[in-house]
């Protein structure tokens, strides 16, 4: 079974400094992708996210990165500029890869909290 | 497009009760996965249904249930609720079989067993 650790319970950041959340996952799968979830106060789940495990370039979206390490089992991201409307729980997820389906493994999240 | 509608979006029942949550698709969409959400359990996946059919489960007992209709709208089902079953039910549709495919969420059904 895939499990997916976030170490990190809080984190907070000032207004537009960066912050990068940490999250390991563990699977003896070879194809599977990993994502990153934001969840704020409204419960929303936004999928900010997503690498490939088969890319070895890392996944960007605008001020949001990651750094994808496959050896190390490690998925980080990273958020740049950091502004209010980022403060929310973000969760790393993982999910097998082909046909088997939308089930996603989530780590038990990363509170974030953005300082004006 | 719509999004990822729940109903009902808040629910109050007591122990021993049953009940049954509703979640519309994306149109197109023929994937539904429902996960509970727990401060201490966290996210769990519970199940998805692809094409009416359950393609996947998670270990939950079999008090949870659900079923997928022909026009991809699914329901879950709890019987017998018990004080534990308090949590955030999400559901999340997806438009094929593939895993590549992203996933969207709703905004969920909060429900509290009294």
């Known amino acids: 079974a895939q499990t997916v650790t976030q170490s990190q319970p809080e984190m907070s950041v000032q207004e537009a400094e960066t912050v990068t959340l940490s999250c390991t996952y563990d699977?003896?799968?070879?194809?599977?992708?990993l994502f990153w979830y934001k969840q704020p106060p409204s419960r929303q789940m936004i999928l900010v996210i997503r690498?490939?495990?088969?890319?070895?370039q890392n996944a960007t979206e605008n001020r949001f990165s990651v750094n994808f390490q496959k050896a190390a089992k490690s998925f980080s991201l990273k958020i740049s500029d950091s502004q209010l409307g980022d403060a929310a729980m973000y969760f790393c997820?993982?999910?097998?890869?082909?046909?088997?389906?939308?089930?996603?493994?989530f780590g038990e999240g990363t509170q974030l909290t953005v300082n004006p | 497009k719509a999004g990822v509608t729940q109903t009902p979006r808040y629910l109050i029942k007591t122990r021993g009760q049953q009940v049954t949550l509703s979640c519309s698709p994306i149109?197109?969409?023929?994937?539904v996965s429902w996960y509970q959400q727990t401060p201490g359990q966290g996210l769990q996946f519970l199940f998805e249904?692809?094409?009416?059919?359950?393609?996947n489960k998670g270990n939950f007992p079999g008090r949870f249930s659900g079923r997928q209709f022909s026009n991809s709208r699914s329901e879950m089902n709890v019987s017998t609720l018990e004080l534990g079953d308090s949590a955030l039910y999400l559901c999340a549709s997806m438009f094929g079989g593939s895993s590549y495919n992203e996933q969207f969420f709703g905004p969920g059904t909060r429900l509290t067993v009294l």
């Open positions: 699977t003896s799968e070879s194809d599977y992708y």
């Open positions: 249904y692809f094409s009416e059919t359950q393609r």
């Open positions: 997820a993982y999910r097998s890869g082909g046909t088997s389906g939308s089930r996603l493994t």
């Open positions: 690498q490939e495990a088969y890319k070895q």
């Open positions: 149109s197109g969409h023929r994937s």
